[in-house]
Each structure stands twice: as structure tokens, then as C-alpha cells.
């Protein structure tokens, strides 16, 4: 069982930046593929980011591609998102999520095994 615990979410104007955490418990953190999701008001839950286990091959959804980062210390038992030029559209509850397995498919939200509780990112105009 893996829990998960998101943190850095907050109010920022349009072009700043923030850094999302999730800090995972348990000893198997690094087995577990992560990745990041986020919901929107009326919205369903899109995919962000995900990275494998290894810290590897990262993935980023078209519409955040090029500004923001995925990364993930297993020491720490923590993974990050590092969102940049943020855009009002930005704005949603952003989610990490693990999944075991294979590293595939890291796109659909019904493939993760586990879910934090999400921290709210706002960008103001």
C-alpha cells in the first residue's frame, strides 16, 4: 500500500511558477510508476506527467510539454512537478497517482492503483 501526499499548490500569476511534491509512504516507493493529473472545475481528470519507476522516460501531455518537468527522488520517496509560464488555464486540483506494473497506458487514470488527495493550483490573468 502506497500513500500519497501532495504539497506547493497556491495562487500565482500567469508566467510564474510553482513546484508541485508528493511524498509517498512505504518502503516500495520505487516500484512504482508515478504520474500527475489534474481536474478542473466541470472538467474531467486529464493526464499531466508521468515517469517511470527508474526516473526515466517521462511523458508530458501536448498541453504542458516544454513548460513543465516531472522528476522523482526515491531516496525521498518523493516525486515533483515543476510547472513554469503558467497559464490561467493552468488552473485545476492536481493530483499524483502510482501505479505498479508495466510502464504503459500512462495515460488513463484508471490504470493508477493509488491516488493523494490533491493540492490546488491557481493562476491568476
Known amino acids: 500500500q502506497v500513500q500519497l501526499v501532495e504539497s506547493g499548490g497556491g495562487l500565482v500569476q500567469a508566467g510564474g511558477s510553482l513546484r508541485l511534491s508528493c511524498a509517498a509512504s512505504?518502503?516500495?516507493?520505487?516500484?512504482?510508476?508515478m504520474g500527475w493529473f489534474r481536474q478542473a472545475p466541470g472538467k474531467e481528470r486529464e493526464f499531466v506527467a508521468a515517469?517511470?519507476?527508474?526516473?526515466?522516460?517521462?511523458y508530458y501531455a501536448d498541453s504542458v510539454k516544454g513548460r513543465f518537468t516531472i522528476s522523482r527522488d526515491n531516496a525521498k520517496n518523493t516525486v515533483y512537478l515543476q510547472m513554469n509560464s503558467l497559464k490561467p488555464e493552468d488552473t485545476a486540483v492536481y493530483y499524483c497517482?502510482?501505479?505498479?506494473?508495466?510502464?504503459?497506458?500512462?495515460?488513463?487514470?484508471?490504470?493508477?492503483?493509488?491516488w493523494g488527495q490533491g493540492t490546488q493550483v491557481t493562476v491568476s490573468s
Open positions: 497517482a502510482a501505479r505498479g506494473g508495466p510502464y504503459s497506458d500512462y495515460g488513463m487514470a484508471v490504470r493508477y492503483d493509488y
Open positions: 512505504g518502503r516500495t516507493f520505487n516500484r512504482y510508476h
Open positions: 515517469i517511470s519507476w527508474s526516473g526515466g522516460s517521462p
